[in-house]
Protein backbone atom coordinates (compact mmCIF):
# COMPACT_ATOMS: atom_id res chain seq x y z
CA UNK A 1 0.00 0.00 0.00
CA UNK A 2 1.49 3.20 -0.79
CA UNK A 3 0.41 6.75 0.53
CA UNK A 4 -2.71 7.51 -0.62
CA UNK A 5 -3.98 3.77 -0.15
CA UNK A 6 -3.07 4.62 3.71
CA UNK A 7 -5.07 7.07 4.26
CA UNK A 8 -7.86 5.93 1.56
CA UNK A 9 -11.09 7.10 3.38
CA UNK A 10 -11.90 3.61 5.06
CA UNK A 11 -15.72 2.85 6.18
CA UNK A 12 -16.51 3.61 10.05
CA UNK A 13 -17.08 0.36 10.65
CA UNK A 14 -13.87 -1.09 9.82
CA UNK A 15 -13.56 -4.22 11.89
CA UNK A 16 -17.08 -5.14 10.42
CA UNK A 17 -17.61 -6.94 7.42
CA UNK A 18 -14.47 -7.20 4.91
CA UNK A 19 -14.28 -5.46 1.72
CA UNK A 20 -14.45 -8.09 -0.85
CA UNK A 21 -14.08 -7.64 -4.82
CA UNK A 22 -17.94 -7.64 -5.09
CA UNK A 23 -17.73 -5.60 -8.53
CA UNK A 24 -20.23 -2.96 -9.14
CA UNK A 25 -21.21 -4.14 -12.32
CA UNK A 26 -22.72 -6.69 -11.82
CA UNK A 27 -22.27 -7.50 -8.08
CA UNK A 28 -22.62 -11.34 -7.40
CA UNK A 29 -21.29 -12.73 -4.76
CA UNK A 30 -19.42 -15.42 -6.49
CA UNK A 31 -17.63 -15.92 -2.89
CA UNK A 32 -21.04 -17.34 -1.03
CA UNK A 33 -21.98 -18.94 -4.24
CA UNK A 34 -18.76 -21.10 -4.49
CA UNK A 35 -18.91 -21.62 -0.18
CA UNK A 36 -23.06 -23.33 -0.69
CA UNK A 37 -23.07 -26.40 0.83
CA UNK A 38 -25.61 -27.46 -1.99
CA UNK A 39 -23.01 -27.10 -4.71
CA UNK A 40 -23.11 -24.82 -7.63
CA UNK A 41 -24.96 -26.87 -10.31
CA UNK A 42 -24.96 -30.04 -11.80
CA UNK A 43 -26.55 -31.45 -15.19
CA UNK A 44 -28.86 -34.38 -15.71
CA UNK A 45 -27.09 -37.64 -15.62
CA UNK A 46 -27.83 -38.57 -19.53
CA UNK A 47 -24.97 -35.46 -20.14
CA UNK A 48 -22.79 -37.02 -17.67
CA UNK A 49 -18.79 -38.21 -19.88
CA UNK A 50 -20.36 -35.36 -22.43
CA UNK A 51 -16.75 -33.52 -24.20
CA UNK A 52 -16.72 -29.35 -23.21
CA UNK A 53 -13.87 -28.06 -24.72
CA UNK A 54 -11.94 -25.60 -22.83
CA UNK A 55 -9.28 -23.47 -25.03
CA UNK A 56 -6.58 -22.18 -22.59
CA UNK A 57 -5.11 -23.70 -19.23
CA UNK A 58 -4.62 -20.43 -17.61
CA UNK A 59 -6.67 -20.25 -14.36
CA UNK A 60 -9.81 -19.06 -15.74
CA UNK A 61 -9.64 -22.26 -17.99
CA UNK A 62 -8.88 -24.39 -15.17
CA UNK A 63 -11.72 -23.26 -12.86
CA UNK A 64 -14.02 -23.45 -15.71
CA UNK A 65 -12.27 -27.40 -16.70
CA UNK A 66 -12.68 -27.67 -12.50
CA UNK A 67 -16.30 -27.28 -11.83
CA UNK A 68 -17.36 -28.93 -15.64
CA UNK A 69 -15.54 -32.23 -14.09
CA UNK A 70 -17.13 -31.77 -10.70
CA UNK A 71 -20.70 -31.85 -12.72
CA UNK A 72 -19.63 -35.24 -14.27
CA UNK A 73 -18.66 -33.25 -17.78
CA UNK A 74 -15.43 -34.02 -19.41
CA UNK A 75 -13.57 -31.16 -20.01
CA UNK A 76 -11.12 -31.24 -22.98
CA UNK A 77 -8.58 -28.52 -22.29
CA UNK A 78 -6.29 -27.03 -25.51
CA UNK A 79 -3.06 -25.21 -24.33
CA UNK A 80 -0.98 -23.63 -26.63
CA UNK A 81 1.71 -23.04 -24.24
CA UNK A 82 2.40 -23.62 -20.25
CA UNK A 83 -0.70 -24.79 -17.95
CA UNK A 84 -0.94 -21.72 -16.10
CA UNK A 85 -0.99 -19.32 -18.28
CA UNK A 86 -0.49 -15.58 -16.97
CA UNK A 87 0.25 -17.02 -13.65
CA UNK A 88 3.66 -18.56 -14.82
CA UNK A 89 6.85 -18.85 -13.34
CA UNK A 90 10.17 -18.02 -14.49
CA UNK A 91 13.28 -19.49 -13.22
CA UNK A 92 17.01 -19.78 -14.04
CA UNK A 93 17.77 -22.66 -17.14
CA UNK A 94 17.98 -26.11 -14.90
CA UNK A 95 16.95 -24.79 -11.58
CA UNK A 96 13.94 -24.85 -9.56
CA UNK A 97 13.97 -21.69 -7.61
CA UNK A 98 13.74 -19.14 -6.23
CA UNK A 99 10.42 -18.95 -8.84
CA UNK A 100 10.09 -15.45 -10.37
CA UNK A 101 6.36 -14.31 -11.17
CA UNK A 102 5.95 -13.00 -14.61
CA UNK A 103 2.72 -12.22 -14.39
CA UNK A 104 0.45 -12.57 -11.43
CA UNK A 105 2.91 -11.49 -8.13
CA UNK A 106 0.25 -9.91 -5.57
CA UNK A 107 -3.20 -11.49 -4.64
CA UNK A 108 -5.28 -8.93 -2.71
CA UNK A 109 -7.05 -10.67 0.24
CA UNK A 110 -10.25 -9.13 -1.23
CA UNK A 111 -10.09 -11.86 -3.73
CA UNK A 112 -12.38 -13.66 -2.38
CA UNK A 113 -12.77 -16.56 -5.05
CA UNK A 114 -8.94 -16.14 -6.15
CA UNK A 115 -8.51 -17.55 -2.53
CA UNK A 116 -11.79 -20.07 -2.97
CA UNK A 117 -9.21 -22.33 -5.22
CA UNK A 118 -5.85 -21.45 -3.54
CA UNK A 119 -7.13 -22.38 -0.02
CA UNK A 120 -8.89 -25.26 -1.69
CA UNK A 121 -5.52 -26.88 -2.85
CA UNK A 122 -3.25 -25.56 0.09
CA UNK A 123 -1.89 -22.39 -1.38
CA UNK A 124 0.59 -20.58 1.44
CA UNK A 125 0.60 -16.98 1.42
CA UNK A 126 2.26 -14.21 2.84
CA UNK A 127 2.39 -10.45 2.35
CA UNK A 128 3.43 -9.00 -0.59
CA UNK A 129 6.63 -5.97 0.06
CA UNK A 130 4.36 -3.28 -1.65
CA UNK A 131 5.68 0.01 -1.05
CA UNK A 132 5.38 1.55 2.92
CA UNK A 133 4.10 -1.63 3.86
CA UNK A 134 5.91 -3.69 7.07
CA UNK A 135 6.23 -6.27 4.73
CA UNK A 136 8.79 -4.21 2.76
CA UNK A 137 10.72 -2.83 5.82
CA UNK A 138 11.60 -0.04 3.91
CA UNK A 139 10.96 2.45 0.84
CA UNK A 140 12.92 4.56 -1.04
CA UNK A 141 10.80 7.26 -3.17
CA UNK A 142 12.83 8.84 -5.74
CA UNK A 143 11.47 11.49 -8.21
CA UNK A 144 13.53 14.57 -9.93
CA UNK A 145 16.83 12.71 -8.22
CA UNK A 146 15.13 13.36 -5.17
CA UNK A 147 15.18 10.28 -2.84
CA UNK A 148 13.21 9.92 0.29
CA UNK A 149 13.81 6.99 2.37
CA UNK A 150 10.14 5.89 4.78
CA UNK A 151 9.31 2.74 7.09
CA UNK A 152 5.71 4.21 6.98
CA UNK A 153 4.10 7.08 4.96
CA UNK A 154 3.87 9.64 8.17
CA UNK A 155 7.96 9.12 7.28
CA UNK A 156 7.77 11.19 4.01
CA UNK A 157 7.52 14.73 3.63
CA UNK A 158 4.34 16.60 3.83
CA UNK A 159 3.88 16.81 0.53
CA UNK A 160 3.21 13.53 -0.32
CA UNK A 161 0.71 13.43 2.83
CA UNK A 162 -1.39 16.51 0.23
CA UNK A 163 -0.66 14.51 -2.44
CA UNK A 164 -2.68 11.38 -0.84
CA UNK A 165 -5.17 13.70 0.81
CA UNK A 166 -6.41 15.35 -2.54
CA UNK A 167 -6.75 11.41 -3.85
CA UNK A 168 -9.02 10.83 -0.79
CA UNK A 169 -10.63 14.00 -1.38
CA UNK A 170 -10.97 13.67 -5.01
CA UNK A 171 -12.76 9.73 -4.48
CA UNK A 172 -15.33 11.54 -2.29
CA UNK A 173 -15.90 14.28 -4.06
CA UNK A 174 -17.48 12.71 -7.27
CA UNK A 175 -17.15 9.09 -6.68
CA UNK A 176 -19.11 8.09 -3.54
CA UNK A 177 -15.81 6.34 -2.38
CA UNK A 178 -17.38 5.85 1.13
CA UNK A 179 -20.74 5.24 0.27
CA UNK A 180 -19.84 2.43 -2.16
CA UNK A 181 -17.35 0.74 0.25
CA UNK A 182 -20.06 0.67 3.04
CA UNK A 183 -22.08 -0.68 0.52
CA UNK A 184 -19.88 -3.52 -0.34
CA UNK A 185 -18.77 -4.70 2.88
CA UNK A 186 -22.52 -5.14 3.87
CA UNK A 187 -23.63 -6.44 0.64
CA UNK A 188 -25.92 -4.10 0.02
CA UNK A 189 -26.52 -4.98 -3.69
CA UNK A 190 -29.36 -2.61 -4.65
CA UNK A 191 -27.54 0.28 -3.18
CA UNK A 192 -24.37 -0.78 -5.13
CA UNK A 193 -25.81 -0.60 -8.65
CA UNK A 194 -27.79 2.56 -7.61
CA UNK A 195 -24.37 4.51 -7.14
CA UNK A 196 -22.79 3.09 -9.95
CA UNK A 197 -25.16 3.20 -12.51
CA UNK A 198 -25.19 6.82 -11.61
CA UNK A 199 -21.55 7.05 -12.32
CA UNK A 200 -21.67 5.24 -15.30
CA UNK A 201 -22.62 7.18 -18.21
CA UNK A 202 -20.72 9.88 -16.24
CA UNK A 203 -17.51 8.86 -16.46
CA UNK A 204 -17.70 6.06 -19.45
CA UNK A 205 -15.57 8.61 -21.17
CA UNK A 206 -13.69 10.38 -18.66
CA UNK A 207 -10.18 9.51 -18.61
CA UNK A 208 -8.10 9.14 -15.21
CA UNK A 209 -6.26 12.02 -15.65
CA UNK A 210 -8.79 14.21 -16.71
CA UNK A 211 -10.78 13.10 -13.55
CA UNK A 212 -7.68 13.99 -11.37
CA UNK A 213 -6.66 17.51 -13.21
CA UNK A 214 -10.99 18.60 -12.74
CA UNK A 215 -11.39 17.59 -9.39
CA UNK A 216 -11.70 20.50 -6.58
CA UNK A 217 -8.41 19.06 -4.73
CA UNK A 218 -5.72 18.73 -7.69
CA UNK A 219 -7.47 21.44 -9.52
CA UNK A 220 -6.17 23.70 -6.26
CA UNK A 221 -3.15 22.98 -6.09
CA UNK A 222 0.27 23.06 -9.02
CA UNK A 223 0.91 20.50 -11.19
CA UNK A 224 3.97 18.26 -9.29
CA UNK A 225 1.11 17.21 -6.65
CA UNK A 226 -1.08 14.99 -9.92
CA UNK A 227 2.76 14.71 -11.22
CA UNK A 228 4.03 13.08 -8.06
CA UNK A 229 0.73 11.03 -7.63
CA UNK A 230 1.06 9.58 -11.33
CA UNK A 231 4.59 8.95 -10.10
CA UNK A 232 3.99 7.09 -6.32
CA UNK A 233 0.46 6.12 -7.00
CA UNK A 234 -1.65 3.98 -4.48
CA UNK A 235 -1.66 0.74 -3.90
CA UNK A 236 1.13 -0.96 -5.73
CA UNK A 237 2.96 1.70 -7.29
CA UNK A 238 2.91 4.33 -10.13
CA UNK A 239 -0.03 4.53 -11.76
CA UNK A 240 0.52 7.80 -14.51
CA UNK A 241 0.90 4.23 -16.59
CA UNK A 242 -2.94 4.37 -16.30
CA UNK A 243 -3.92 7.96 -16.53
CA UNK A 244 -5.18 7.47 -20.25
CA UNK A 245 -8.01 4.70 -19.03
CA UNK A 246 -11.38 4.75 -18.21
CA UNK A 247 -11.64 6.48 -14.55
CA UNK A 248 -14.45 3.81 -14.50
CA UNK A 249 -11.62 1.55 -14.35
CA UNK A 250 -9.66 3.03 -11.36
CA UNK A 251 -13.04 3.08 -9.18
CA UNK A 252 -13.12 -0.69 -9.87
CA UNK A 253 -10.01 -1.06 -8.87
CA UNK A 254 -9.75 0.99 -5.42
CA UNK A 255 -13.64 0.43 -4.58
CA UNK A 256 -12.78 -3.35 -3.66
CA UNK A 257 -9.66 -2.98 -2.39
CA UNK A 258 -7.54 -4.81 -5.21
CA UNK A 259 -4.99 -2.31 -4.38
CA UNK A 260 -4.38 -3.07 -0.37
CA UNK A 261 -4.01 -6.03 1.44
CA UNK A 262 -2.44 -7.88 -1.34
CA UNK A 263 -0.10 -11.08 -0.92
CA UNK A 264 2.26 -13.26 -2.80
CA UNK A 265 2.25 -16.97 -2.96
CA UNK A 266 4.90 -19.02 -1.20
CA UNK A 267 6.78 -21.11 -3.96
CA UNK A 268 5.42 -18.85 -7.16
CA UNK A 269 1.85 -18.08 -8.45
CA UNK A 270 2.45 -20.72 -10.74
CA UNK A 271 1.63 -23.45 -7.84
CA UNK A 272 -2.43 -22.24 -8.40
CA UNK A 273 -2.69 -23.54 -11.94
CA UNK A 274 -0.86 -26.88 -11.10
CA UNK A 275 -2.27 -27.68 -8.44
CA UNK A 276 -5.60 -27.21 -9.24
CA UNK A 277 -4.58 -29.42 -12.77
CA UNK A 278 -3.65 -32.56 -10.32
CA UNK A 279 -6.54 -31.93 -7.92
CA UNK A 280 -8.94 -34.59 -7.02
CA UNK A 281 -12.18 -33.18 -5.58
CA UNK A 282 -14.12 -34.59 -2.98
CA UNK A 283 -18.17 -34.57 -4.42
CA UNK A 284 -17.66 -36.06 -7.75
CA UNK A 285 -20.73 -36.18 -9.97
CA UNK A 286 -20.22 -39.75 -12.62
CA UNK A 287 -16.41 -39.86 -12.42
CA UNK A 288 -14.51 -41.72 -9.44
CA UNK A 289 -12.80 -40.67 -6.55
CA UNK A 290 -9.67 -39.77 -7.39
CA UNK A 291 -10.09 -38.21 -10.74
CA UNK A 292 -8.39 -35.20 -11.41
CA UNK A 293 -8.36 -32.83 -14.70
CA UNK A 294 -4.36 -34.20 -15.34
CA UNK A 295 -5.82 -38.03 -14.90
CA UNK A 296 -9.01 -37.17 -17.45
CA UNK A 297 -6.74 -36.25 -19.38
CA UNK A 298 -3.39 -38.42 -19.72
CA UNK A 299 -1.44 -35.97 -17.83
CA UNK A 300 -0.88 -33.26 -21.00
CA UNK A 301 -3.37 -30.89 -21.83
CA UNK A 302 -4.37 -30.94 -25.80
CA UNK A 303 -2.15 -28.29 -28.24
CA UNK A 304 -2.72 -25.22 -29.38
CA UNK A 305 -6.16 -24.49 -30.87
CA UNK A 306 -5.66 -23.89 -34.87
CA UNK A 307 -9.65 -23.42 -35.66
CA UNK A 308 -12.85 -23.24 -34.31
CA UNK A 309 -15.71 -23.65 -36.95
CA UNK A 310 -19.51 -24.29 -36.52
CA UNK A 311 -20.74 -27.76 -37.99
CA UNK A 312 -23.91 -27.55 -39.96
CA UNK A 313 -26.26 -30.31 -39.48
CA UNK A 314 -29.10 -31.69 -41.98
CA UNK A 315 -30.50 -29.11 -43.86
CA UNK A 316 -27.92 -25.93 -42.50
CA UNK A 317 -28.85 -25.91 -38.99
CA UNK A 318 -26.12 -25.09 -36.62
CA UNK A 319 -24.89 -28.14 -34.98
CA UNK A 320 -21.98 -28.32 -32.56
CA UNK A 321 -18.64 -26.64 -33.05
CA UNK A 322 -15.67 -28.04 -34.23
CA UNK A 323 -11.96 -27.64 -32.72
CA UNK A 324 -9.09 -28.26 -34.66
CA UNK A 325 -5.74 -28.41 -33.38
CA UNK A 326 -2.46 -26.97 -34.33
CA UNK A 327 -1.65 -30.94 -35.77
CA UNK A 328 -5.44 -30.81 -37.77
CA UNK A 329 -7.18 -33.03 -34.80
CA UNK A 330 -10.98 -31.93 -35.34
CA UNK A 331 -13.01 -33.09 -32.78
CA UNK A 332 -16.75 -32.20 -32.05
CA UNK A 333 -18.40 -30.90 -29.01
CA UNK A 334 -21.72 -28.93 -27.86
CA UNK A 335 -20.10 -26.30 -25.88
CA UNK A 336 -16.84 -24.32 -25.96
CA UNK A 337 -15.36 -22.04 -23.58
CA UNK A 338 -12.30 -19.70 -24.62
CA UNK A 339 -10.31 -18.36 -22.28
CA UNK A 340 -7.32 -16.95 -24.41
CA UNK A 341 -6.90 -13.27 -24.62
CA UNK A 342 -9.99 -12.42 -27.17
CA UNK A 343 -8.09 -10.82 -30.10
CA UNK A 344 -6.19 -14.65 -30.97
CA UNK A 345 -9.36 -15.43 -31.50
CA UNK A 346 -9.18 -12.99 -34.50
CA UNK A 347 -5.29 -12.67 -34.91
CA UNK A 348 -4.20 -16.22 -34.08
CA UNK A 349 -7.06 -18.97 -34.29
CA UNK A 350 -8.89 -18.87 -37.24
CA UNK A 351 -12.49 -18.66 -35.48
CA UNK A 352 -15.83 -18.75 -38.00
CA UNK A 353 -17.02 -15.24 -38.49
CA UNK A 354 -20.59 -16.50 -37.85
CA UNK A 355 -19.43 -17.68 -34.05
CA UNK A 356 -20.30 -14.54 -32.78
CA UNK A 357 -22.11 -11.56 -33.52
CA UNK A 358 -20.56 -8.08 -35.30
CA UNK A 359 -21.61 -6.34 -32.33
CA UNK A 360 -19.30 -9.16 -30.28
CA UNK A 361 -16.63 -8.98 -32.77
CA UNK A 362 -16.27 -4.94 -32.48
CA UNK A 363 -16.07 -5.38 -29.25
CA UNK A 364 -13.32 -8.04 -28.99
CA UNK A 365 -11.08 -6.05 -31.50
CA UNK A 366 -11.71 -2.66 -29.40
CA UNK A 367 -10.51 -4.33 -26.20
CA UNK A 368 -7.48 -2.39 -25.49
CA UNK A 369 -4.12 -4.13 -23.48
CA UNK A 370 -1.89 -3.60 -21.14
CA UNK A 371 1.84 -3.80 -21.89
CA UNK A 372 4.32 -5.36 -19.04
CA UNK A 373 7.84 -5.82 -18.83
CA UNK A 374 9.68 -7.51 -15.42
CA UNK A 375 12.53 -8.09 -14.99
CA UNK A 376 14.43 -10.18 -12.14
CA UNK A 377 17.38 -11.65 -10.90
CA UNK A 378 18.62 -14.02 -8.77
CA UNK A 379 20.88 -12.67 -5.77
CA UNK A 380 23.48 -15.00 -3.69
CA UNK A 381 21.27 -13.67 -0.65
CA UNK A 382 18.93 -11.13 0.95
CA UNK A 383 22.33 -8.48 0.93
CA UNK A 384 19.69 -5.40 0.76
CA UNK A 385 18.90 -6.08 4.77
CA UNK A 386 22.49 -5.30 5.16
CA UNK A 387 22.62 -1.80 7.77
CA UNK A 388 24.80 0.77 6.42
CA UNK A 389 26.88 1.96 9.40
CA UNK A 390 26.37 5.32 8.86
CA UNK A 391 22.64 5.88 8.45
CA UNK A 392 21.47 2.89 10.44
CA UNK A 393 19.26 1.87 7.22
CA UNK A 394 19.43 -0.84 5.02
CA UNK A 395 21.59 -0.80 2.27
CA UNK A 396 18.31 -0.96 -0.52
CA UNK A 397 14.67 -0.94 -0.36
CA UNK A 398 11.47 -1.11 -2.21
CA UNK A 399 12.12 1.55 -4.34
CA UNK A 400 9.56 3.93 -6.60
CA UNK A 401 11.18 5.78 -9.13
CA UNK A 402 10.62 8.21 -12.33
CA UNK A 403 13.82 6.60 -13.56
CA UNK A 404 13.29 3.61 -16.08
CA UNK A 405 13.10 1.07 -13.96
CA UNK A 406 9.79 2.44 -11.91
CA UNK A 407 9.31 -0.40 -9.44
CA UNK A 408 11.68 -2.49 -8.08
CA UNK A 409 10.95 -5.10 -5.21
CA UNK A 410 12.59 -7.24 -3.03
CA UNK A 411 11.80 -10.98 -2.61
CA UNK A 412 13.19 -12.53 0.34
CA UNK A 413 13.26 -16.13 0.68
CA UNK A 414 15.00 -16.72 3.87
CA UNK A 415 18.35 -15.34 5.41
CA UNK A 416 21.20 -16.75 3.86
CA UNK A 417 19.04 -17.87 0.87
CA UNK A 418 19.32 -16.85 -2.89
CA UNK A 419 16.54 -14.19 -3.06
CA UNK A 420 15.13 -12.49 -6.25
CA UNK A 421 15.18 -8.77 -6.87
CA UNK A 422 12.53 -7.24 -9.41
CA UNK A 423 14.54 -5.22 -11.01
CA UNK A 424 11.79 -3.46 -12.75
CA UNK A 425 8.20 -3.67 -12.88
CA UNK A 426 6.80 -1.69 -15.78
CA UNK A 427 3.28 -0.87 -17.91
CA UNK A 428 2.66 0.71 -21.46
CA UNK A 429 4.84 3.07 -22.48
CA UNK A 430 7.52 2.50 -20.05
CA UNK A 431 7.37 -0.76 -20.66
CA UNK A 432 7.25 -0.15 -24.37
CA UNK A 433 11.16 1.03 -23.71
CA UNK A 434 12.07 -2.15 -22.81
CA UNK A 435 10.58 -4.58 -25.51
CA UNK A 436 13.28 -3.89 -27.89
CA UNK A 437 16.20 -4.95 -25.73
CA UNK A 438 17.70 -8.53 -24.95
CA UNK A 439 17.66 -9.56 -21.18
CA UNK A 440 21.31 -8.65 -20.55
CA UNK A 441 20.78 -4.82 -21.70
CA UNK A 442 18.10 -4.23 -19.77
CA UNK A 443 19.94 -4.98 -16.62
CA UNK A 444 22.71 -2.97 -17.59
CA UNK A 445 20.32 0.08 -17.76
CA UNK A 446 18.55 -1.38 -14.54
CA UNK A 447 21.50 -1.15 -12.89
CA UNK A 448 22.48 1.89 -14.17
CA UNK A 449 19.63 3.66 -12.87
CA UNK A 450 19.55 1.91 -9.54
CA UNK A 451 23.08 2.94 -9.32
CA UNK A 452 21.84 6.76 -9.37
CA UNK A 453 19.36 5.53 -6.43
CA UNK A 454 22.03 3.52 -4.31
CA UNK A 455 25.68 4.79 -5.48
CA UNK A 456 27.31 2.83 -2.64
CA UNK A 457 25.75 -0.71 -3.23
CA UNK A 458 27.36 -2.78 -5.19
CA UNK A 459 23.76 -4.87 -6.87
CA UNK A 460 26.21 -6.82 -9.42
CA UNK A 461 28.18 -8.40 -7.18
CA UNK A 462 25.44 -10.35 -5.78
CA UNK A 463 23.65 -11.67 -8.87
CA UNK A 464 23.87 -15.18 -9.58
CA UNK A 465 23.39 -16.27 -12.92
CA UNK A 466 20.91 -15.33 -15.77
CA UNK A 467 18.41 -12.74 -15.96
CA UNK A 468 14.95 -13.62 -16.11
CA UNK A 469 12.61 -11.46 -17.72
CA UNK A 470 9.37 -11.05 -19.86
CA UNK A 471 7.20 -8.74 -22.06
CA UNK A 472 3.97 -10.15 -22.39
CA UNK A 473 3.15 -8.22 -25.55
CA UNK A 474 5.95 -10.16 -27.30
CA UNK A 475 4.84 -13.28 -26.67
CA UNK A 476 2.41 -14.57 -29.41
CA UNK A 477 0.08 -16.43 -26.88
CA UNK A 478 -0.83 -13.67 -25.43
CA UNK A 479 -0.18 -9.93 -27.48
CA UNK A 480 -0.29 -8.18 -24.26
CA UNK A 481 -0.50 -7.99 -20.60
CA UNK A 482 -4.23 -7.68 -19.56
CA UNK A 483 -7.26 -5.65 -20.46
CA UNK A 484 -7.82 -2.01 -19.59
CA UNK A 485 -10.70 -0.21 -20.91
CA UNK A 486 -9.89 3.44 -22.11
CA UNK A 487 -12.72 5.85 -22.41
CA UNK A 488 -15.47 5.11 -24.53
CA UNK A 489 -15.11 1.39 -23.89
CA UNK A 490 -18.17 0.26 -21.70
CA UNK A 491 -20.21 -0.86 -24.44
CA UNK A 492 -17.80 -3.30 -25.16
CA UNK A 493 -16.74 -4.57 -21.93
CA UNK A 494 -20.32 -4.96 -21.48
CA UNK A 495 -21.21 -7.24 -24.54
CA UNK A 496 -17.96 -9.05 -23.79
CA UNK A 497 -18.51 -10.06 -19.90
CA UNK A 498 -22.93 -10.60 -20.65
CA UNK A 499 -21.93 -12.75 -23.26
CA UNK A 500 -22.37 -15.93 -20.94
CA UNK A 501 -26.32 -15.03 -21.36
CA UNK A 502 -27.36 -16.96 -24.34
CA UNK A 503 -30.96 -17.02 -24.68
CA UNK A 504 -31.19 -14.10 -26.38
CA UNK A 505 -28.64 -14.84 -28.79
CA UNK A 506 -29.38 -16.39 -32.63
CA UNK A 507 -28.74 -19.82 -32.75
CA UNK A 508 -25.21 -19.60 -34.60
CA UNK A 509 -24.13 -17.63 -32.17
CA UNK A 510 -24.44 -20.11 -28.89
CA UNK A 511 -22.84 -22.51 -27.32
CA UNK A 512 -19.37 -20.89 -27.03
CA UNK A 513 -18.50 -19.11 -24.21
CA UNK A 514 -16.08 -16.05 -23.13
CA UNK A 515 -14.18 -16.24 -20.08
CA UNK A 516 -11.05 -14.85 -18.85
CA UNK A 517 -9.35 -12.24 -17.70
CA UNK A 518 -10.23 -9.82 -20.65
CA UNK A 519 -13.74 -10.52 -20.40
CA UNK A 520 -13.73 -10.07 -16.86
CA UNK A 521 -14.33 -6.01 -15.40
CA UNK A 522 -11.45 -6.29 -13.36
CA UNK A 523 -8.52 -6.96 -16.17
CA UNK A 524 -5.21 -7.59 -14.59
CA UNK A 525 -6.94 -9.49 -11.38
CA UNK A 526 -6.83 -12.81 -11.22
CA UNK A 527 -10.45 -13.07 -9.04
CA UNK A 528 -11.71 -11.86 -12.72
CA UNK A 529 -10.91 -14.67 -14.23
CA UNK A 530 -12.10 -16.83 -11.63
CA UNK A 531 -15.44 -15.21 -11.73
CA UNK A 532 -15.83 -15.23 -15.65
CA UNK A 533 -14.98 -19.09 -15.64
CA UNK A 534 -17.73 -19.60 -13.42
CA UNK A 535 -20.11 -17.54 -15.72
CA UNK A 536 -19.02 -19.47 -18.70
CA UNK A 537 -19.35 -22.87 -16.34
CA UNK A 538 -23.17 -21.50 -15.56
CA UNK A 539 -23.98 -20.99 -19.36
CA UNK A 540 -22.43 -24.29 -20.51
CA UNK A 541 -24.67 -25.79 -17.29
CA UNK A 542 -27.79 -23.88 -18.59
CA UNK A 543 -27.03 -24.94 -22.28
CA UNK A 544 -27.06 -28.82 -21.60
CA UNK A 545 -30.28 -28.79 -19.61
CA UNK A 546 -28.61 -28.41 -16.22
CA UNK A 547 -29.34 -25.70 -12.98
CA UNK A 548 -28.05 -24.06 -9.94
CA UNK A 549 -29.97 -25.61 -6.79
CA UNK A 550 -32.68 -23.48 -6.17
CA UNK A 551 -31.14 -22.59 -2.79
CA UNK A 552 -28.16 -21.29 -4.72
CA UNK A 553 -28.89 -19.50 -7.51
CA UNK A 554 -25.83 -18.73 -9.98
CA UNK A 555 -24.89 -15.77 -11.89
CA UNK A 556 -27.01 -16.58 -14.74
CA UNK A 557 -30.32 -16.95 -12.25
CA UNK A 558 -29.75 -13.64 -10.87
CA UNK A 559 -28.73 -11.86 -13.93
CA UNK A 560 -31.71 -9.72 -14.40
CA UNK A 561 -31.79 -8.25 -10.88
CA UNK A 562 -27.95 -7.78 -10.66
CA UNK A 563 -26.95 -6.95 -14.91
CA UNK A 564 -24.68 -4.42 -15.63
CA UNK A 565 -26.29 -1.37 -17.28
CA UNK A 566 -26.88 -0.94 -20.82
CA UNK A 567 -25.28 2.48 -22.30
CA UNK A 568 -27.80 3.78 -25.26
C1 LIG B 1 2.33 -8.69 -15.92
C2 LIG B 1 1.09 -9.14 -15.23
C3 LIG B 1 0.89 -8.83 -13.91
C4 LIG B 1 -0.27 -9.24 -13.26
N1 LIG B 1 -0.42 -8.97 -11.93
C5 LIG B 1 -1.47 -9.44 -11.27
C6 LIG B 1 -1.54 -9.32 -9.87
O1 LIG B 1 -0.60 -8.81 -9.25
N2 LIG B 1 -2.65 -9.77 -9.23
C7 LIG B 1 -3.65 -10.39 -9.89
O2 LIG B 1 -4.65 -10.80 -9.28
N3 LIG B 1 -3.58 -10.59 -11.24
C8 LIG B 1 -2.51 -10.13 -11.93
N4 LIG B 1 -2.41 -10.33 -13.27
C9 LIG B 1 -3.55 -10.92 -13.96
C10 LIG B 1 -3.60 -12.43 -13.86
O3 LIG B 1 -2.35 -12.95 -14.14
C11 LIG B 1 -4.65 -12.88 -14.88
O4 LIG B 1 -5.91 -12.32 -14.53
C12 LIG B 1 -4.86 -14.38 -14.97
O5 LIG B 1 -3.68 -15.09 -14.85
C13 LIG B 1 -5.54 -14.63 -16.30
O6 LIG B 1 -5.96 -15.95 -16.41
P1 LIG B 1 -6.79 -16.40 -17.69
O7 LIG B 1 -7.01 -17.83 -17.55
O8 LIG B 1 -7.95 -15.50 -17.87
O9 LIG B 1 -5.86 -16.09 -18.94
P2 LIG B 1 -4.44 -16.73 -19.32
O10 LIG B 1 -3.65 -16.95 -18.13
O11 LIG B 1 -3.91 -15.85 -20.41
O12 LIG B 1 -4.84 -18.14 -19.93
C14 LIG B 1 -5.19 -18.31 -21.27
C15 LIG B 1 -4.39 -19.44 -21.83
O13 LIG B 1 -4.75 -19.62 -23.21
C16 LIG B 1 -3.61 -20.10 -23.87
N5 LIG B 1 -3.79 -19.96 -25.30
C17 LIG B 1 -3.55 -18.91 -26.09
N6 LIG B 1 -3.80 -19.23 -27.38
C18 LIG B 1 -4.22 -20.51 -27.40
C19 LIG B 1 -4.60 -21.42 -28.42
N7 LIG B 1 -4.60 -21.05 -29.71
N8 LIG B 1 -4.95 -22.68 -28.10
C20 LIG B 1 -4.94 -23.07 -26.79
N9 LIG B 1 -4.56 -22.26 -25.78
C21 LIG B 1 -4.23 -20.99 -26.08
C22 LIG B 1 -2.48 -19.26 -23.30
O14 LIG B 1 -1.22 -19.86 -23.51
C23 LIG B 1 -2.88 -19.21 -21.82
O15 LIG B 1 -2.25 -20.22 -21.08
C24 LIG B 1 -1.25 -9.96 -13.95
C25 LIG B 1 -1.04 -10.31 -15.29
C26 LIG B 1 0.12 -9.90 -15.92
C27 LIG B 1 0.34 -10.29 -17.34
Not at 33 to 50: D, K, N, Q, R, Y
Not at 73 to 99: A, D, F, H, M, N
Request: charged share 20%; proline share 7%; glycine share 10%.
Amino acid sequence: MTIAATSTPTAPAAAAAPITMLNPDFPFPYDDFLAHPAGIGSVPEAMHGTEVAVIGAGLSGLVAAYELMKMGLKPVIYESSRIGGRLRGGTQPGQSGPVADLGGMRFPRSGRSFFHYADKVGIETEPFPNPLTRAAGSTVIELGGQAHYAETAADLPQFFGDVAAAWDDCLEERAHFTAMQEAIRNRELSTIKRLWNELVPKFDDVSFSGYLATSRAFSALPFEYREAFGQVGFGTGGWDTNFPDSFLEILRVVYVDADAEQHRIIGGAQLLPQRLWNHTPENLDHWPAGTSLASLHGGHPRGAVAAVARVKNDGGAPGDIAVTDRWGRTTEYPAVIATCQSWLLSARIDVDESLFSHKLWTAIERSHYMQSSKTFVVVDRPFWKDIDPETGRQVMSTTLTDRLTRGTYLLDNGPDQPALICLSYTWNDDALKWLPLDANERVRLMLHSLKQIYPTVDIASHIVGDPITVSWEDDPNFMGAFSDNLPGHYRYQERLYTHFMQEGHLPEHRGIFLAGDDVSWTGGWADGAVTTGLNAVWGVMNQLGGSSPAENPGPGDRFEELKPMRLP
